[in-house]
């Protein structure tokens, strides 16, 4: 069964790989990502604020400090981290020599000043692809919808120009126009949209009046809205289109190339099953393939795509009445 696919111009045997995820900090682990037949390793993200320190010998948020002096109090300890700046480059190095897949590192950041030089030193490092994952939640009520997709299309555009290599952007789901969005980052020459970023949730102690930072696993339940809007950019953009949170089976991945991915990307189910349950989904699709007819994976990427609907905005209004009246009390 042929399951190859395109992914950032890189010519891979299959669409399943690690996402980003603390899986990659350990060479044995990547060793067993890849005997598992991950097809490319992703990187965990190296941080705005992380390479702000580095380079101000103190941990000083520099693009939030203009705004908010109280911010550095927010900074965590160095320590939090485990790859600072410089043990990040090394660990791409150690990671390339460790593997035969391709290996795509990971920028986090906000603002497109001051971390464009650590996007060429990750390319000499020699990562084969960079994806940039802007977290922002904008809480400013004065700043407009327009300010945070400027944002997040200016430090694409400054990572995309600084390096030759090619530059996906992580994107959340909550802009308010995010196929235009995603036009537009299409048209300023980036290789790839991963769908999407999962913002974590905070929790609150009402004992000790503390905000408490908690990490939940998806399940294959996020994968939905993941889904519609791989449906709606595919055939419509002529970036690459990754599908990350919510892919535990292989019947996920396969909705998802169907809606039309070209990558899939795993953490949550890696974390609970082990690296090995990423060559259960591969065989699982594989089977379902033969099963049901298909010949290769580039047969059914994109077959449930809304560029086929003559009237997407319609077709979505429909299935949403119909959703709402498909509820029948037991």
């Not at 045997?13 to 992703?42: F, K, N, T, W, Y």
């Not at 600072?84 to 290996?103: F, K, M, N, T, W």
């Amino acid at each position: 069964m042929d399951l190859s696919t395109t992914y950032l111009g890189l010519e891979l045997p299959h669409p399943l790989m690690p996402g980003a995820s603390p899986l990659v900090d350990d060479l044995d682990m990547v060793r067993r990502l890849e005997d598992a037949g991950a097809s490319a390793i992703v990187m965990h993200s190296l941080f705005e604020e992380q390479i702000l320190a580095a380079q101000r010998e103190a941990l000083l948020f520099e693009s939030f400090a203009e705004s908010f002096a109280e911010a550095v109090s927010y900074a965590p300890d160095p320590g939090t981290f485990a790859l600072g700046p410089d043990e990040y480059l090394e660990q791409i190095q150690r990671i390339r020599r460790a593997v035969s897949v391709p290996v795509i590192a990971s920028l986090n950041g906000t603002t497109p000043q001051s971390w464009i030089e650590y996007a060429r030193l990750i390319e000499q490092a020699g990562a084969h692809a960079l994806e940039v994952n802007v977290y922002y939640l904008p809480t400013d009520p004065l700043e407009d919808g327009e300010e945070v997709e400027r944002r997040t299309l200016e430090t694409a555009e400054a990572v995309r120009s600084a390096v030759t290599i090619p530059v996906a952007v992580k994107l959340s789901p909550f802009f308010s126009s995010l196929a235009n969005l995603a036009r537009r980052l299409d048209e300023s020459g980036i290789a790839g949209l991963v769908i999407f970023n999962r913002f974590y949730q905070p929790d609150i102690d009402t004992v000790a009046l503390d905000v408490v930072p908690t990490v939940r696993l998806s399940d294959s339940s996020e994968l939905l809205l993941r889904l519609r809007w791989l449906a709606i950019l595919s055939g419509r953009v002529k970036a690459s289109l990754a599908v990350t949170g919510g892919v535990h089976t292989a019947d996920d991945a396969i909705k998802a190339v169907m809606a039309g991915a070209h990558a899939v990307q795993m953490v949550s189910a890696l974390l609970r099953r082990g690296p090995e349950h990423l060559r259960r989904v591969r065989e699982a699709m594989a089977q379902w393939m033969e099963e049901h007819g298909y010949e290769s994976l580039r047969q059914m990427q994109g077959s449930m795509n809304l560029k086929r609907c003559g009237n997407p905005s319609a077709l979505e209004r429909s299935n949403y009445m119909r959703v709402l009246q498909s509820w029948r009390k037991v």
